[in-house]
């Protein structure tokens, strides 16, 4: 599986992006998928996570009920809806899938993309 991310760009404090995560093969479908973000001088961090129907989701505190994570399987693609961005969403956001459920972890996900720079100004 090969993961596609698109959406970043640069927008001011308040602003909203919604960024994509396409896939190629035939088992996406199979796969969690995961957002995570690395900031300058930073380790990479979790962002949110969703299943593999698409309903169960979990995000970490820092971005709970400013970000959704959501997933069209037909289209073999993920989306994370950011709104109220602020300075400290700055980084490079990367999707992922893992086989495993309920992971955090990045050493839990096999296939990543290439990643999508937000830049967001005060």
């Known amino acids: 599986v090969q993961l596609q991310a698109s959406g970043g760009g640069l927008v001011q404090a308040g602003g909203s992006l919604n960024l994509s995560c396409t896939a190629s093969g035939r088992y996406f479908h199979t796969y969690r998928m995961g957002w995570f973000r690395q900031a300058p001088g930073k380790e990479r961090e979790f962002v949110a996570r969703i299943g593999r129907g698409g309903i169960s989701t979990d995000y970490t505190d820092s971005v709970k009920g400013r970000f959704t994570i959501s997933r069209d399987n037909a289209k073999k693609a993920g989306y994370l809806q950011m709104n109220s961005l602020r300075p400290d969403d700055t980084a490079v956001y990367y999707c992922?899938?893992?086989?495993?459920?309920?992971?955090?972890?990045?050493?839990?996900?096999?296939?990543w993309g290439q990643g999508t720079l937000v830049t967001v100004s005060s």
């Open positions: 992922a899938l893992t086989p495993l459920p309920e992971s955090r972890s990045s050493n839990d996900y096999r296939y």
